[in-house]
């Protein structure tokens, strides 16, 4: 080096050790700045917990096992048969839920009339089977009635019958079964001028004329309806089993349907005889006329042969009924059900006189439902 000018010596470095935290952070030196050194609340500054990330492919798969395991159970658990034994281990149980609905007479303004039981009761019943079957003897079902309730009962059953009119005209060279329909029977019994038409219906079908018909015809001729108290309606499952037509959206009326048939019997009775109170009986429960392979009688809810099954024609009746505001008693659920129909019926539609007793029981207690005090003493 030239003499005179100054060594230059390399000043002596300090080492900091970073990983110490010496050095005040910048919230400490502000707040020695600003506050001077005083002690103060100071915040935590250290670094928050991180959670671990969940993966959206661990989630997708775990509800994919999830899945699956729930269909395999539904797959294993398939088809397991119910053990009847054990369910009806307490006997079969009774149908709570019935379409009955017992209504009280009433007149146009909605007030109750009463009946008149002094004079005794007088009821008219139409139908077929139920009451045309055994007519004659004390297991007829009219009989058990009267039995029952000391009533006069005109029994106006016609065996072979039906509701629904195969034509809206009577027409006895192709439909002569149709005067015996209600409807038409009902026109007769109001004074409508269509005997010629009986006798041309007699005359069609010869020696298939029921039984019963000339006495019903006479009895309704010759009855003053103003001295009824009651009229029954009662049809089998007959209409069902001819895939008669049910009924029509179109038309309440129309006689070609089972419940317009009904519903125009019923109007016409309501408009001339309102004092009549009206019970109308659904079909007790039958069964379809094909066997199976064991050679059982079908299901009447499986099988149908015209617009639905049997216990379509009870709902749609039941129907009709509200709708004209008459009582309802509804055999198919509440009387004679699929359950004990084997203790009821001799073939698949025709009732044993046990059966008729259970529907005679269950007419009668539609009859006093509002007059429990009238019941007479058995």
Request: aromatic share 12%; glycine share 6%.
């Amino acid at each position: 080096m030239k003499k005179g000018t100054e060594e230059h010596k390399i000043p002596d470095l300090e080492i900091i050790d970073l990983e110490e935290n010496d050095f005040p952070t910048e919230g400490q030196a502000y707040e020695e700045e600003n506050y001077g050194g005083e002690e103060f609340p100071s915040e935590d500054h250290s670094p928050k917990r991180r959670f671990p990330r969940i993966s959206i492919h661990l989630v997708l798969l775990i509800t994919f096992i999830v899945f699956v395991c729930g269909i395999a159970y539904k797959i294993m658990n398939f088809g397991k048969r119910v053990d009847l034994e054990e369910i009806f281990k307490d006997g079969p149980g009774t149908y709570e839920d019935t379409f009955d609905e017992i209504l009280p007479l009433m007149d146009r303004d909605g007030n109750r009339m009463e009946t008149n039981y002094e004079d005794g009761l007088t009821i008219v019943a139409f139908g077929n089977a139920p009451f045309a079957d055994d007519a004659d003897s004390k297991d007829g079902l009219s009989n058990m009635i009267q039995e029952m309730t000391g009533a006069t009962i005109y029994n106006c059953s016609i065996s072979g019958s039906y509701m629904a009119s195969q034509r809206t005209a009577i027409n006895p060279s192709e439909s002569p079964m149709d005067v015996y329909t209600f409807y038409w029977l009902v026109m007769l019994a109001c004074g409508s001028d269509t005997m010629y038409t009986f006798d041309e219906a007699k005359e069609a079908l010869g020696d298939q004329v029921p039984p019963e018909a000339d006495q019903v015809i006479n009895t309704l001729t010759t009855l003053d309806l103003n001295t009824v108290d009651v009229i029954t309606v009662l049809y089998d499952a007959t209409d069902y089993l001819l895939g008669h037509e049910m009924y029509s959206d179109q038309n309440d009326t129309d006689i070609e349907q089972f419940t317009g048939n009904l519903e125009a019997g019923i109007e016409i009775l309501q408009d001339n005889y309102p004092h009549i109170r009206i019970i109308v009986m659904s079909p007790p429960y039958a069964f379809s006329d094909e066997l199976d392979e064991n050679g059982d009688y079908i299901s009447s809810d499986i099988t149908r042969y015209g617009q639905d099954v049997l216990s379509t024609y009870v709902i749609k009746e039941y129907g009709s009924c509200a709708t004209r505001r008459v009582s309802f008693v509804d055999h198919l659920y509440g009387t004679i059900t699929e359950d004990n129909a084997k203790d009821y019926l001799i073939d698949n539609l025709h009732l044993n006189v046990a059966g008729r007793r259970e529907i005679a029981k269950r007419f009668v207690y539609a009859l006093y439902y509002y007059d429990q005090d009238q019941i007479p003493e058995q």
